[in-house]
């Protein structure tokens, strides 16, 4: 049976050898809490050995600590298929031509519901096989540039994938979809919004905040939505398209360089901030909410500025922060620093001297604000102008991590921190905006009596 338990060990390989379950079976297991049904699924070599696995018949996948197991019966047992059925995917000369590229991990997947297994896809006839949608929109090519977790996505890769876009767009591309992890998508749209300036097609970034082994996985509906704004969408920039609300009556695209993701695990995790969403999209239309984005065009022309300074960081500000925080950062060779700094962006004084230290060396500062929403207001209060006086140049309402990225392309072009300056503080792709619109704040809390009354309004 050994070839059949896989993952398990220890107490939890014990515990079925004991009651004869095998992986992949449909089981019932009776515990000290209650009785169970459900799949049994492998478990992770780097796992414990004290829970097993199951797959209820919901979709939800639990585990069953094996002190409470009292019985396991085996009630059926089909094998798992690893692979996924493949159906070629039909090609129409009427359909616009689109390219999905792969930086990791799986941008769509099929649930087995003979087994539960969860099965990759990422060929087109992988895809069409998995999300059958897709090939009423458009003809679809893909491409697997990395095989990591959106955390191991770097200035290498946003290289790389500012590179292979401009050369798919000089190929004649109608559009493009990126399928990224969540955790660090942001980051990588607002590098690609800087390396890849003037597309004259729409950039598509997407992902999934829950697997598709869950009944309430956004993977499959994410990919359509994006797809569709590849191929039909008249806004030429980078895009991020994820769930709107937490339903899935439709999706939203954020302007790359505007977007934040804003909670772990909600599936409308990504939100525009200090502005509005370019538009909202669901299966039938995409209906703009602004006018001022880049439109479509049929040429082939686009900048590519594919360059990045890795020595730079993001510094969170924290009260009581010590000098030797940014000093290590100037020891050891960093070029530019982005300061997230409280209220209209301020830091405590025992810094100062590390600051005029680092500024002094040729490191190029720059202050953001941790609220997110708003503008850097560093001529305000006192201490704010002694710190532009000490070298620290106000970013206007660029987010943080936005910050960071457009100084690592900054840098990356040029030493001169006078050029590096013009860069930073011209704005290229909405990183920095005139104003932020009255409804571009808006964070409600529940409990509050109108608050309640537009929800349940909204969502009964």
């Given at each position: 049976m050994a070839d059949t338990l896989q993952g398990y060990k220890g107490e939890a390989l014990a515990a079925l050898n004991k009651f004869k379950a095998r992986?992949?079976?449909e089981a019932q297991v009776k515990t000290t809490r209650g009785i169970f049904n459900g799949i049994l699924l492998p478990r992770s070599e780097n796992d414990d050995d004290k829970h097993i696995v199951l797959k209820l018949a919901t979709g939800y996948n639990i585990g069953i600590d094996i002190d409470t197991i009292l019985e396991i019966k085996e009630l059926g047992y089909k094998e798992a298929h690893y692979k996924i059925p493949e159906k070629e995917f039909p090609v129409s000369e009427n359909k616009p031509n689109i390219k999905l590229f792969g930086t990791g991990g799986t941008i769509a997947s099929r649930l087995d519901y003979r087994t539960g297994a969860v099965i990759p896809a990422f060929s087109p006839g992988e895809l069409y096989g998995a999300v059958p949608e897709l090939a009423d929109i458009c003809n679809l090519s893909t491409e697997k540039l990395f095989a990591v977790f959106s955390e191991n996505m770097g200035p290498k890769q946003y290289i790389e994938l500012a590179k292979a876009i401009g050369e798919e767009i000089r190929r004649g591309i109608d559009g493009i979809v990126i399928g990224h992890g969540t955790d660090t998508m942001h980051h990588t749209a607002a590098a690609l919004a800087f390396m890849v300036q003037n597309s004259p097609v729409p950039i598509v970034m997407v992902g999934s905040q829950r697997s598709?082994?869950?009944?309430?996985?956004?993977?499959a509906l994410n990919l359509i939505h994006a797809t569709k704004a590849a191929a039909e969408s008249d806004i030429a920039e980078v895009m991020v398209c994820m769930f709107g609300p937490t339903s899935d009556e439709y999706g939203l695209l954020h302007r790359a360089t505007r977007v934040r993701k804003m909670h772990s695990s909600y599936r409308?995790?990504?939100?525009?901030i200090g502005d509005i969403p370019l538009a909202m999209i669901d299966r039938e239309k995409i209906t703009p909410l602004k006018d001022d984005y880049n439109h479509r065009r049929n040429d082939k022309e686009v900048t590519i500025l594919p360059y990045f300074e890795e020595k730079v960081s993001l510094l969170y500000y924290y009260p009581n922060m010590m000098p030797d925080m940014i000093d290590s950062l100037v020891d050891n060779g960093y070029k530019g620093i982005v300061i997230a700094g409280t209220g209209l962006g301020h830091v405590n004084k025992p810094v100062y001297p590390a600051i005029e230290r680092a500024t002094k060396a040729g490191v190029a500062i720059y202050m953001t604000v941790q609220t997110l929403w708003g503008y850097v207001h560093m001529f305000v209060y006192d201490t704010g102008r002694d710190l532009m006086s000490l070298g620290i140049i106000p970013a206007e309402n660029m987010l943080p991590e936005v910050a960071y990225i457009k100084l690592?392309?900054?840098?990356?072009?040029?030493?001169?921190?006078?050029?590096v300056k013009e860069l930073m503080l011209t704005p290229i792709c909405g990183e920095i905006t005139e104003r932020e619109p009255y409804n571009g704040y808006l964070v409600l809390q529940g409990g509050i009596p109108e608050v309640e009354?537009?929800?349940h309004k909204i969502h009964k």
């Amino acid at each position: 049976m050994a070839d059949t338990l896989q993952g398990y060990k220890g107490e939890a390989l014990a515990a079925l050898n004991k009651f004869k379950a095998r992986v992949w079976s449909e089981a019932q297991v009776k515990t000290t809490r209650g009785i169970f049904n459900g799949i049994l699924l492998p478990r992770s070599e780097n796992d414990d050995d004290k829970h097993i696995v199951l797959k209820l018949a919901t979709g939800y996948n639990i585990g069953i600590d094996i002190d409470t197991i009292l019985e396991i019966k085996e009630l059926g047992y089909k094998e798992a298929h690893y692979k996924i059925p493949e159906k070629e995917f039909p090609v129409s000369e009427n359909k616009p031509n689109i390219k999905l590229f792969g930086t990791g991990g799986t941008i769509a997947s099929r649930l087995d519901y003979r087994t539960g297994a969860v099965i990759p896809a990422f060929s087109p006839g992988e895809l069409y096989g998995a999300v059958p949608e897709l090939a009423d929109i458009c003809n679809l090519s893909t491409e697997k540039l990395f095989a990591v977790f959106s955390e191991n996505m770097g200035p290498k890769q946003y290289i790389e994938l500012a590179k292979a876009i401009g050369e798919e767009i000089r190929r004649g591309i109608d559009g493009i979809v990126i399928g990224h992890g969540t955790d660090t998508m942001h980051h990588t749209a607002a590098a690609l919004a800087f390396m890849v300036q003037n597309s004259p097609v729409p950039i598509v970034m997407v992902g999934s905040q829950r697997s598709s082994d869950r009944p309430s996985s956004d993977a499959a509906l994410n990919l359509i939505h994006a797809t569709k704004a590849a191929a039909e969408s008249d806004i030429a920039e980078v895009m991020v398209c994820m769930f709107g609300p937490t339903s899935d009556e439709y999706g939203l695209l954020h302007r790359a360089t505007r977007v934040r993701k804003m909670h772990s695990s909600y599936r409308s995790t990504f939100r525009t901030i200090g502005d509005i969403p370019l538009a909202m999209i669901d299966r039938e239309k995409i209906t703009p909410l602004k006018d001022d984005y880049n439109h479509r065009r049929n040429d082939k022309e686009v900048t590519i500025l594919p360059y990045f300074e890795e020595k730079v960081s993001l510094l969170y500000y924290y009260p009581n922060m010590m000098p030797d925080m940014i000093d290590s950062l100037v020891d050891n060779g960093y070029k530019g620093i982005v300061i997230a700094g409280t209220g209209l962006g301020h830091v405590n004084k025992p810094v100062y001297p590390a600051i005029e230290r680092a500024t002094k060396a040729g490191v190029a500062i720059y202050m953001t604000v941790q609220t997110l929403w708003g503008y850097v207001h560093m001529f305000v209060y006192d201490t704010g102008r002694d710190l532009m006086s000490l070298g620290i140049i106000p970013a206007e309402n660029m987010l943080p991590e936005v910050a960071y990225i457009k100084l690592g392309w900054a840098l990356g072009q040029t030493d001169d921190l006078e050029k590096v300056k013009e860069l930073m503080l011209t704005p290229i792709c909405g990183e920095i905006t005139e104003r932020e619109p009255y409804n571009g704040y808006l964070v409600l809390q529940g409990g509050i009596p109108e608050v309640e009354e537009f929800i349940h309004k909204i969502h009964k």
